[in-house]
């Protein structure tokens, strides 16, 4: 059986300090040949202190940013041979749960348009059934379905993260 995610001697260096005519002039080798995999339905924790690189690592396996070398397979598809199709279902298939819930939810949004969005976005459920969908996934995330017509600010850094939560659920990610 293929895994759901292979990683292989990912690197990525982020440009440190630059000249005063621009030119790089250090670099930061925040991944340097990372490899990895993920069968289906296990949980995988990187682990290591601030800045050594985990995000870095999380933002390449989501093709957020390009690697400078190695790549990722996911469900043994390599994914930086995707079209622009695949990639739009990949989108899909791989959610993430950013760090700061408060800089990742639009505060101009009720959750019930937070949770509703990827759910008219990729068609997986028809509008006059999305108002149920959106209270079956606060409910997923121990949330009260009322809480569906509040804004982002009127909820704890915890809650937050559950609504984060709920809406990377909405989409069904492998
Ligand atoms: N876009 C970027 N430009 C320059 N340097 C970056 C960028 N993103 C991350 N870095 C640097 O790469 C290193 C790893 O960062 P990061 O992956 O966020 O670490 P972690 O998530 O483990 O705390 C850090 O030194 C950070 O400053
Ligand atoms: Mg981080």
């Given at each position: 059986m293929t895994a759901l995610l292979e990683v292989e001697g990912l690197v990525k260096h982020f440009v440190a300090t630059r000249s005063v005519?621009?030119?790089?002039?250090?670099?930061?080798?925040?991944?340097?040949?990372?490899?990895?995999?993920?069968?289906?339905?296990?949980?995988?924790?990187?682990?290591?202190?601030?800045?050594?690189?985990?995000?870095?690592v999380s933002r390449l396996v989501l093709r957020l940013i390009e690697p400078d070398a190695g790549n990722?397979?996911?469900?043994?598809?390599?994914?930086?041979?995707?079209?622009?199709?695949?990639?739009?279902?990949?989108?899909?298939?791989?959610?993430?749960?950013?760090?700061?819930?408060?800089?990742?939810?639009n505060p101009r949004m009720t959750v019930s348009q937070i949770l509703s969005e990827p759910l008219a976005l990729h068609d997986l459920v028809p509008a006059p059934r999305r108002r149920e969908r959106v209270e079956e996934l606060l409910r997923l995330v121990g949330l009260e379905p009322r809480f569906a017509r509040r804004y982002p600010h009127e909820?704890?850094?915890?809650?937050?993260q559950r609504i984060a939560i709920a809406r990377a659920l909405a989409v069904e990610p492998n």
């Open positions: 005519f621009g030119r790089p002039t250090a670099y930061v080798k925040a991944v340097d040949g990372v490899s990895f995999t993920v069968e289906a339905g296990k949980t995988l924790a990187l682990v290591g202190e601030s800045g050594c690189g985990k995000s870095t990722v397979r996911f469900e043994g598809r390599d994914l930086g041979a995707l079209g622009a199709n695949e990639l739009r279902a990949f989108r899909r298939d791989a959610q993430i749960i950013f760090q700061d819930p408060y800089a990742s939810l909820f704890s850094g915890g809650q937050r």
